[in-house]
Antibody
Framework: EVQLVESGGGLVKPGGSLRLSCAAS????????MSWVRQAPGKGLEWVGR??????????DYAAPVKGRFTISRDDSKNTLYLQMNSLKTEDTAVYYC?????WGQGSLVTVSS | EIVLTQSPGTLSLSPGERATLSCRAS???????LAWYQQQKPGQAPRLLI????SRATGIPDRFSGSGSGTDFTLTISRLEPEDFAVYYC?????????FGQGTKLEIK
């Protein structure tokens, strides 16, 4: 059974940093392209970024609102995906999901507020 | 960036009726890399319904079907069940950034 479990969310002040993790199991993580998607309160889904598998180059792409502030990485030895979020803004407040090939985690809430 | 526009914003129908949801792209979606998701409640993980524009995901009932290519895509629910009333999103994953539509809310009339 495919499982994606996010962790690391919480309350952070504007300008602060936070790192989310996504533990994967039930599929070949090292071969998977992984994405982060977020949903602000009362809003729709917003794609945040993606990392390719290392065999496909391991490159990353980001949505314009987070480019230069967020970094996606992966540790294939731990079957874990990361989202490092720096210079956080109030508009980054959202539930953050990791996903791959249509499978989604349960989400992790990030609240950016003073 | 490919912008996806979903219509209508809200669709009011009764159980047993047919639902037709539209997703229009600002430019051609590469290799029909278009997916449809259902989200029952905000904050609940979306569920993949359709990928590759027309392939049903595992376990999805055959009342759900997807069609289209290029810039125009459609999700059809042939006979609405009570559990189908939710928000539906299309997403293109053919070119980065992998954008979502703004969603269509399917509500009970």
């Amino acid at each position: 059974e495919v499982q994606l479990v996010e962790s690391g969310g919480g309350l952070v002040k504007p300008g602060g940093s936070l790192r989310l993790s996504c533990a994967a199991s039930g599929f070949s993580f090292s071969n998977a392209w992984m994405s982060w998607v977020r949903q602000a309160p009362g809003k729709g889904l917003e794609w945040v970024g993606r990392i390719k598998s290392k065999t496909d180059g391991g490159t990353t792409d980001y949505a314009a609102p987070v480019k230069g502030r967020f970094t996606i990485s992966r540790d294939d030895s731990k079957n874990t995906l990361y989202l490092q979020m720096n210079s956080l803004k109030t508009e980054d407040t959202a539930v953050y999901y990791c996903m791959s090939s249509g499978y989604w985690g349960q989400g992790s809430l990030v609240t950016v507020s003073s | 960036e490919i912008v996806l526009t979903q219509s209508p914003g809200t669709l009011s129908l009764s159980p047993g009726e047919r639902a037709t949801l539209s997703c229009r792209a600002s430019q051609s979606v590469s290799s029909s890399y278009l997916a449809w998701y259902q989200q029952q409640k905000p904050g609940q993980a979306p569920r993949l319904l359709i990928y590759g524009a027309s392939s049903r995901a595992t376990g999805i009932p055959d009342r759900f079907s997807g069609s289209g290519s290029g810039t125009d895509f459609t999700l059809t629910i042939s006979r609405l069940e009570p559990e189908d009333f939710a928000v539906y999103y299309c997403q293109q994953y053919g070119s980065s950034p992998y954008t979502f539509g703004q969603g269509t809310k399917l509500e009970i009339k």
